[in-house]
Structure formats: C-alpha cells, structure tokens
C-alpha cells in the first residue's frame, strides 16, 4: 500500500492526511508522521499499514477527550463513558483517563469543588449537592473537602423565603416554602432556624 500524497489538513491543526493509492484516506497526527517516518511515496507493508491505523484511532481518542474536556470538565467516570462510546476499549479507557490526570485536564477534585460552588450559587443545599457528585460519578473521598467549601446557608435560605412569603405569614404559604426548600436540599433543621427567624415556626 503507497502513500500516494501526504499533507496538512486543513480543518484541524495537527492532523495529516494520507492519501493512500486506493483512493481512501488515513487521517493521522505528527505524531504517526514522525513515528512511522511517513512521507508520499512510501509503501507500506500490510502490518504497518495496520499498526498506523491503531496508532492513529488511538491518537484520535486522546484528541477528541482533551477537546472534550477543554470544553467542560468532567469526572474520570463522565470521560470513560465517553470514551466507551467513541468504541475505545475498556483497557484504553483506562489508559487515556489515566494520561488525562497525567496531563492536568482531568482533575476530579478541582471538578467536584466546581460543582458545589455551581449548585450552592444557585440556592440548593447539601443533599441536592450531594445527589449531584453521585449522579457525575466524582468519587466519594472527595465529596467532604468539596461540600467544606459551602459558605453559611442561611442568607441563601433566608432570601428563598423572602422571595416566597413576600411578607405573608400564613401557614399554607409558609409550608409550601418549606417544602420547596426540602427539595431543594436543604435539611429540616436549616429550615426550621431560617422559619424562626422569620418569625414563623415549622409545619409538617
């Protein structure tokens, strides 16, 4: 098999195009050019040709999870996943999150922290953060030191119910609060405090 043309291409930097004599095209990275010492011209035995191949899906892998996660970041699980999806092995999974860590682009504990900030910002507590590290698949030893970046829930609480309430006391209003706080994430002792210094009590 000769490469019949080898050049740039022109949509992603970094990538090459190996026209091959058949008509079809390889799409490789520097990486592949330099390794396999490719230029127009060269004939490639059916094993190289081969190996060139894996090389250059395995090279594209680890392209599209460092795009992937330069776009948004993702716990080790999310980027597995992916990975899974894009028909890479479970042992290259593995090996590309791996290089990821290696490389500083995927960082759990900076992500979980990234998490709670986001969620707490929007006014949910603790038990809806938590369902949050769970459902992205952040591992559970990293959960504490991300949740201690919680400030004080009270102005957030407080502010809820001044939005909710507008003033009114009357318990129908005041329970429908509490209970959207629940669901919120928010515990019952958060709830009752916040309730008392509003001037109301609790009402189950």
Request: with cysteine; net charge negative; charged share 40%.
């Amino acid at each position: 098999m000769v490469i019949q043309e080898l050049k740039p291409s022109r949509r992603v930097e970094g990538r090459w195009l190996a026209v091959l004599e058949d008509g079809s095209i390889l799409r490789v990275g520097e990486g592949e050019v330099i390794d396999f010492a490719l230029y127009a011209g060269k004939e490639l035995s059916e094993e190289e040709a081969v190996q060139l191949q894996e090389s250059a899906r395995r090279s594209g892998l680890k392209t599209r999870a460092i795009e992937l996660l330069m776009r948004k970041p993702r716990s080790r699980k999310e980027l597995g996943r992916r990975l899974l999806e894009w028909e890479a092995s479970q042992e290259e999974a593995d090996a590309i999150c791996d290089r990821m860590e290696e490389l500083g682009y995927l960082n759990e504990g900076e992500y979980a922290g990234r998490i709670v900030r986001h969620y707490a910002a929007k006014g949910f507590g603790e038990r809806k953060l938590r369902d949050e590290l769970y459902r992205r698949g952040i591992p559970r030893e990293l959960w504490d030191s991300a949740l201690a970046q919680i400030e004080d829930n009270a102005p957030a609480i407080d502010a809820f119910l001044e939005k909710k309430l507008k003033g009114s006391h009357d318990p129908k209003d005041v329970k429908r609060a509490s209970d959207a706080l629940a669901r919120r994430g928010f515990s019952w002792s958060e709830i009752s405090e916040a309730l008392r210094r509003y001037g109301m009590e609790a009402y189950d």
